[in-house]
C-alpha cells in the first residue's frame, strides 16, 4: 500500500472545528457537559489545599514547634480534607450520573441525523461511505466527536492545574536569597530568573510535543489504518456470523481468511507498516517525549533546593514547591497533549460535522396535502426521467402518464424495467433528474414533504418488520386501535394464524425482543405487512409484488379479494407475474425504463406480437408446461 503524504489542518480551522464541535455536543447534552467541566475544576484545584495546609504544618514542625499552633494546623487540614473528600464524591457521583449510557448518548446525534435524513441521502452510496468512514475510524484509533467529550474535560484540567500550581509557586520566585548566602546571591538576578523559566518553558513545551509527533503517524495514516482494520475486521470475526456459517463450510472460505490473519507484512503484523514505524520514528519520538519530561522535573528541583539551601524558604515551602510543580508538569503536558490531539482529531470531527449538517433538499414545501371530502386525487408524470446519484445511466425515460383515485393500476415489466423506481418518485422517495409530477396539477415538491408521504401505504419488496408485538407491527406504534389492527390482519389473510396465537395481538414477531416471541415465515411477514399498509388509512396502496412469497393458495386468495382489501382507495400493484395484474382495469407495461404499453389485459393482447403479448406468452407457456408435467 502506496502511504500519501498528509498533513494536519491549520491550527486557526482546528479552533473553529473544535468549537463548532463543543457546541454542538453542548447543545446535546449540557448537563454532561457541566458536570464533566466542574469535576475537572475541582480535580484540579482540590489537591493543592493539601499541598498548601501540608506545608504549613512541616514549617511548623522545622520552626517554632508549638503544640497549640500544631493541633489547630493539622485539624483545620482534616476537617478540610474531609470535606474535600465529601464534595469529590458528590462530583463524581453526579458527573457519573450525567455521563451513564455515554457512548449510547453519543450515538443518539447520528442515529437522528440518520432517521431524518432525505431517503435519497440514505440510499446514496457515498452517505453509507461517509458514515462507516466515521464509524471506522471512531473504532480503529478513537477519532472523531466522541473523543471531544474526554480531550474537553482534560483541557480545562489541565489549565485549572496551572492556575492553582502558579498561585502557589509564585513566590518561589519572588522570595529573595539573603544576602550573606554569597554567590547563591545569583539567584537572585533577574536574568537568572528568566533562564530557568525559560529552560523550563521550552521543556515542558518539548516533551509533549515529541510525544504528539509520535501520535502523529497514527492520524496522518488513519485511512489506510481504517480500509486494514475493516479488512482484519471482516476476517477474524467471520466466524461469529450465523448466515454466512453455512457458505464458509461449503466453500472452505476459512482458508482464505487465515492467508489474511496469518500475514504478517499485513498493517498490523509483526513485520507491517506500524511494526516497522513503531521500531523507528514512533518509537524514537515517545522515548524522546519521555527523558525530556524527567528533566523538567529535575530542573525544577535543581533551582528549589538551591534557593532553599541559600535559605529563601524553610523546608514547608520546600515541600509546597515540589509538589507544586510535579502537578504543573502535568498540567503543561497534557495541555500541550491536548492541544495536540485536538489538532489531530480536527480532521476527523470535520468529517462528522459535515455529515450531521447534510442538508434536506426534499423538505422544501408547505402547501398542505388534504383534499376535500370527495375531491378526487389526480396524478400527473410529466416527461419525467430518472438516474440514481452517481449513475450515468437512466432508469426512468420520459415518463407521461395520468391517473385518478379509485382507480385498481398494475404495473408489469421484466426485472430492472424501472417499476420500483416508477413508485418511490410517485412517493417522493427521490425526486425526478428531469421532468415533473403533479398531484393536482401541483408540482409534489411544493407540498409539505410529511404530509405527502403520509398519502402512500406501500408494501415494498423489501419491506422490514420489527421486533416489537404484533400490533404495534401494524399500527406502526406503540398504542393503537386493536380493533383496527385485528381486521386489516383478517383483511390480509392473517386471520387463521392470529386464531392460533395465545397472546394474540400482544405476541412479539421474532426473538430478539421476547424468548416467548413467535418466528414468522416470509409469507406471513407479507400479509403483517399488507395489514400494515391497510392500518394506514391512506388514499393510495401501493404493492411492489405483495405475493411473491405466499403459497399459491394465499395468492390466489389476495387476488381474488383484491378489491375488498384494498377498497375504495387508489391501487397500484407491481408484480413481473402478468398473470397476478389481470383484474387490474389499466396495466402499465414498463421496458427498459419506458412505459411502452398501457391498456387492460384484453385490450393489450389483442393487440398481437408487442412486449405484453411476448411476456404473457412465455410466461402462460411456462405454466401450460408445468401443467403438463
Ligand atoms: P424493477 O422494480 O422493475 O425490477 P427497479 O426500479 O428496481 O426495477 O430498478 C431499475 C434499475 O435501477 C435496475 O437496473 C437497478 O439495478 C437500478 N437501481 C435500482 N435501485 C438503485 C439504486 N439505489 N442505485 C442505483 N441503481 C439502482
Redesign the pocket.
Known sequence: MKHKEKKLLPWREVYAINREALCLLYREYPRMFQSRFLFAVWEALSPYVGIYLSALIIDELATDRDPAALIKLVLVTLLTEALIALISSYFVTWRDSETAGFYYKYQQIFTKKLLDMDFASI?DSKTHERLSAIIEYQNSGGWGLFRLFISTQLLLQAVMTLVGGIALTVTLFTRKVPPEAGRLTVLNHPLFLAAIILVMVAVTYLAPALSNKAWSYFSLNAEEHRVSNRLFGFFSWLGYKQELAADVRIYRQDIICEKYNKDKTGMFGSKGFYAKLSRGPIGLFAAASSAVSVAFTGVAYIFVCLKAWAGAFGVGAVTQYIAAITKMSWGVSTLIEELGDMRNNASFMKMSLEFLAMPHTMRQGERPVEMPKGCAYEVEFKNVSFR?SG?EEY?LKNMNLKFRSGERIAVV??????????IKLLCRLYDPTEGEILLNGINIREYDYLEYLGIFSVVFQDFRLFAFTLGQNVAAGARYDRNRAEACLRRAGFGERLNALDLGLDTYLYKELSEEGVDISGGEAQKIALARALYKDAPFVIL?EPTAALDPIAEAEVYNHFNEIVGDKTAIY?S?RLSSCRFCNDILV?HE?RLIQRGSHEQLLADGGNKYAQLWNAQAQYYKRRTRE
Do not use: L, P
Not at 415489466?413 to 420500483?420: D, E, F, H, L, P
Open positions: 440510499d440514481y449513475s432508469v415489466g421484466q426485472n430492472g424495467s424501472g417499476k420500483t423506481t416508477f411492489d407491481i413481473h414498463f425504463g
